[in-house]
């Protein structure tokens, strides 16, 4: 069976602090993609990134970076000097490569950055 | 790029009333969309898939007689809420892949259509 788990329910930071969001996922796929997506009030998920399986590459774009390390299962996010703005709810999910391409979600971390 | 838009953002309507909501996506052809529903402070709950020129495929529990979903072109999907009662109260969301098979793996999202019965 496929899961994703984000411990973390809600994380208060301080303006630019920087902050990790935690995500562990379990599947018995050899191949399959990651992806975070961020909520914020409005409620439209707005894509993150992607990331596939086979590529372990950490990324960063701007303020943020991933981690990923397939040996813990973990994709780990983290927003370097956090800004309000960043305030939102971030879900962590797993696909599979197959032809369903349905998305299981974790639960989401409710970020609060406070001024 | 990748824009998917939802019609209405907000509804409110009398129980055992049926509600039409669409999703569109602006920019590329989709022939998966994906509709979800989700609570307050939960997470998305994947309510069925709708593949264009077929019939959807629902996930375990969700009435199909009850939420009618038409994908009639590639760029149109929409989800019908038959005799919506209070319980049907909830924020759904739409997701569209980009097509074709192999170009991209990623579900963009509609902003979503909050829908309240009273």
């Known amino acids: 069976a496929q899961k994703v788990t984000q411990a973390q329910t809600e994380i208060s930071v301080v303006e630019k602090e920087d902050v990790t969001l935690d995500c562990v996922y379990e599947?018995?796929?050899?191949?399959?993609?990651l992806f975070w997506y961020k909520q914020p009030p409005s409620g439209e998920l707005v894509f993150l990134i992607r990331?596939?399986?086979?590529?372990?590459q950490n990324e960063i774009s701007g303020r943020y970076s991933w981690n990923f390390q397939k040996s813990t299962s973990s994709f780990n996010f983290t927003i370097t000097a956090s800004q309000v703005v960043d305030s939102a709810v971030y879900f962590c999910?797993?696909?599979?490569?197959?032809?369903?391409?349905?998305?299981?979600f974790g639960s989401g971390t409710r970020l609060l950055v406070r001024p | 790029g990748a824009v998917v838009s939802q019609h209405p953002s907000r509804v409110i309507c009398k129980s055992g009333t049926s509600v039409k909501i669409e999703c569109r996506s602006l920019?590329?052809?989709?022939?998966?969309m994906f509709w979800y529903r989700q609570f307050p402070k939960q997470s998305l709950m994947l309510m069925a898939t709708?593949?264009?020129?077929?019939?959807?495929?629902?996930e375990q529990g969700v009435e199909k007689d009850k939420f009618l979903i038409n994908h009639a072109s590639l760029t149109l999907s929409t989800l019908t809420v038959t005799s919506a009662h209070p319980e049907d109260s909830s924020f759904y969301i739409c997701?569209?892949?980009?097509?074709?098979?192999?170009?991209?793996?990623?579900?963009?999202f509609g902003p979503g259509t909050r829908l309240t019965v009273l």
């Open positions: 997701s569209a892949r980009q097509t074709p098979l192999g170009s991209t793996d990623t579900q963009y």
């Open positions: 599947t018995r796929d050899t191949t399959y993609y």
């Open positions: 990331r596939n399986s086979f590529d372990e």
């Open positions: 999910a797993l696909s599979r490569r197959d032809s369903s391409y349905k998305l299981i």
């Open positions: 920019d590329f052809q989709a022939t998966t």
């Open positions: 709708s593949n264009e020129g077929s019939k959807a495929t629902y």
